[in-house]
């Protein structure tokens, strides 16, 4: 092989390695945001939030959230927790 052809084979590859990288990374990212978000849903379900405040968290917080029927938004209450979440320790 000739000098030119490493130099061909190289920058070949670190353009098409860029882009695979990039697009790892990217989904990876996604999933680390979704694994995120349904760790506080879990948290606030945990602690007695309804199902509406914490659709309205996540619009207040920018995330995008599917359109919803008007029936959803209504449920009533939680019941109340015996136990919070997090207990101190005494």
Same mark, same amino acid.
């Given at each position: ?19 695979? +990288?990039? +697009? ?8 680390? @945001? ?16 309804? !199902?509406?405040? +914490? ?10 959230? !599917?359109?919803?029927? @008007? ?9 109340? +927790? @015996? ?8």
């Amino acid at each position: 092989m000739h000098n030119n052809d490493i130099i061909g084979v190289i920058a070949t590859s670190c353009v098409f390695g860029v882009g695979a +990288i990039w +697009i790892v990374c990217h989904y990876a990212f996604l999933c680390w @945001k979704q694994w995120h978000a349904s760790i506080l849903i879990r948290g606030m379900m945990e602690r007695g939030y309804t !199902p509406q405040e +914490i659709i309205q968290l996540f619009q207040a917080l920018g995330h995008r959230t !599917p359109s919803l029927p @008007k029936d959803l938004l209504d449920v009533p209450p939680a019941k109340p +927790i @015996k136990h919070p979440a997090y207990a101190a320790n005494n």
